[in-house]
């Protein structure tokens, strides 16, 4: 047992010691130690609190998520898959290929029975709920024998490991007697206090690990089964004396003293104010001394990250997600608003409409040839125009709305001075179903095809612009006619610029592309089937910053996040 807080002097001073560079005295040291911290935000915070003028072995200092990325290479497993994005989609369609197979009876009993995408999403998180418990080969429920065999389908088409599989297969190879190379020159594993819950399968990974090397626990005193501390490996009574240390651990004296800290609960009125009293209790902490280190705890992190980056900005302090959702940023969201506009309850609405004509990210189309007789005609909306006939004309989203909007704007101006303005507007929605053309419906090709291009105010054809053929090739094009260096304005200042997302939503194409043709599985080539498949892929995909997640004097860390971490002030906000 160990004192709550900061890692032991002897570790930390251990660790210094096993550092490559200048040491000077060796004689004392005790064996080659790997070290297992809680979650990925004590690592760092113990590895940037080390003297500088070392060079640390980050080999020696893991995770188990990382200990296990290295085990896989140690044991040459096919690499690790990545379950977003691309790999949903491909996954939804081999499940609703099986589903009409029948390999789901009681889920899907028909044939011809539709196959939601809810379903796949289902069964996926209670397989992977099941498999960190290591009892999805014993579960008999419904559906999920069938689904594990869909996975090692896909894994043998892909060439890659499941994530739900990889322990299991990293278990029965250390069960050989050759040691991991990870583990080679190591005599002996730390593992720090972790969290209750943690999962089954990492406790029975753990233990066929201490196998080849064996595994010392430091947790914090108490009873663990009322939650004291974390998970016990093997219910022993703690170490009491020096001499019950194995000799691979710095030799100390074992004990576990209690923490003479302070707390204060503050109760506020409003839920809201919890932003403003942390803020302040942090200012007020910085003022005192500005190399305080701060942490501030909220379980709803996810939800009110955004509500902290502006809160903080006053204080100096950056926090970001180290991965984003390529759905949250302007490419993404009208990426997949304007593949969208077609289909649906809200197609060609009013509001969908002028959301598109009022966002200056995507140029929706290239610039086409000039009016045949008025220059002042472009094919730009007016709002006022969009507005105007949506009231008067009575035209709502959803089926029958592109039509109706082509009639309308077809017509003749009622007031001379609306001339100009409605035939940009005509010509503008013309451009953009040209455009659209791919992603269209049936009955919206149908009704494009028949639309009159003579101008409703000078009478002049107005000029087409060219469609593409398919949903990727009108994609890449509208990926081509984005400007990323005039566009450096959305960057967050987190490292994700412009063209880093462009790129991220084309790699995302392009793999889920060669994911379909390994997996044989026949591709969306146009219609509402692509848009479904991109939104899909826009939705379910995210982007990695190239950058440390925190900087400043302040964290906001969920409590996952900061088991292991210290700070001279922890403000526990929004319980």
Request: glycine share 6%.
């Amino acid at each position: 047992e160990v004192s709550r807080g900061d890692i032991p002097t002897w570790l930390r001073e251990h660790i210094e010691k096993q550092a490559l560079g200048p040491s000077g005295n060796n004689s004392d040291h005790s064996g080659r130690i790997l070290v297992i911290y809680s979650n990925e935000e004590s690592r760092k915070q113990t590895i940037s609190e080390m003297p500088s003028g070392k060079a640390f072995d980050r080999t020696l200092h893991h995770t188990i998520s990382s200990l296990m990325s290295s085990l896989v290479a140690d044991f040459r497993l096919p690499r690790i898959m990545t379950t977003e994005g691309a790999f949903e989609i491909v996954l939804d369609e081999m499940c609703r290929k099986e589903a009409a197979n029948l390999a789901f009876p009681i889920i899907n009993p028909l044939p011809d029975m539709p196959w939601g995408r809810s379903k796949t999403t289902a069964l996926s998180e209670l397989h992977r709920l099941l498999s960190r418990e290591s009892i999805s080969d014993s579960w008999d429920g419904p559906g999920i024998s069938s689904f594990r065999k869909i996975i090692k389908k896909i894994e043998n088409r892909l060439g890659g490991s499941h994530p739900d599989m990889i322990i299991p297969r990293l278990i029965e190879g250390l069960r050989g007697e050759n040691k991991p190379f990870t583990l080679l020159d190591v005599d002996g594993i730390i593992m720090l206090d972790h969290p209750p819950g943690t999962p089954r399968s990492y406790h029975n990974l753990l233990l066929a690990v201490s196998k080849h090397c064996p595994i010392h626990q430091l947790t914090y005193p108490g009873n663990f089964r009322i939650g004291h501390h974390g998970i016990l490996l093997l219910d022993k009574y703690p170490i009491k004396t020096k001499e019950e240390l194995p000799s691979w651990v710095p030799p100390h004296h074992p004990e576990a003293s209690v923490a003479n800290n302070s707390s204060k609960v503050i109760r506020l009125e409003c839920e809201d104010d919890f932003f403003n009293a942390a803020i302040d209790i942090a200012n007020d902490r910085l003022e005192e001394n500005n190399s305080s280190k701060i942490i501030i705890v909220d379980p709803a992190l996810n939800s009110n990250l955004p509500r902290w980056e502006r809160e903080l900005k006053s204080l100096g302090t950056k926090i970001t997600n180290s991965s984003t959702m390529i759905s949250s940023l302007p490419i993404g969201n009208w990426l997949s608003k304007l593949a969208n506009l077609a289909h649906g309850t809200e197609a060609f609405s009013l509001q969908s409409i002028r959301s598109i004509s009022l966002q200056s990210t995507l140029s929706i189309f290239p610039d086409p040839k000039n009016h045949p007789s008025e220059d002042k005609i472009r094919p730009h909306p007016d709002s006022d125009i969009l507005t105007q006939i949506a009231r008067n004309e009575h035209v709502l989203g959803g089926y029958g709305a592109f039509s109706k909007w082509l009639e309308v704007l077809s017509k003749p101006p009622i007031q001379e001075r609306d001339g100009i303005a409605k035939e940009s507007t005509q010509w503008w929605v013309l451009c953009v179903a040209d455009s659209l053309r791919p992603l269209l419906t049936d009955e919206d090709i149908k009704a494009l095809e028949n639309a009159s291009r003579t101008g409703c105010y000078t009478g002049k054809r107005l000029p087409h612009v060219e469609a593409k053929e398919t949903g990727d090739e009108w994609l890449f094009s509208v990926l081509e006619l984005f400007d990323s260096e005039a566009r450096m304005e959305l960057c967050d200042s987190f490292g994700l610029t412009p063209a880093a997302v462009v790129q991220a939503v084309y790699g995302g194409i392009m793999t889920l592309r060669s994911m379909q043709n390994r997996a044989g599985i026949s591709q969306s080539v146009s219609g509402p089937k692509w848009v479904e498949e991109f939104t899909t892929l826009i939705r379910k995909s995210s982007i990695q910053r190239n950058f440390y997640r925190q900087s400043g004097s302040i964290r906001v860390l969920s409590p996952k996040q900061a088991l292991g971490c210290t700070a001279q002030t922890i403000i526990l906000a929004n319980l």
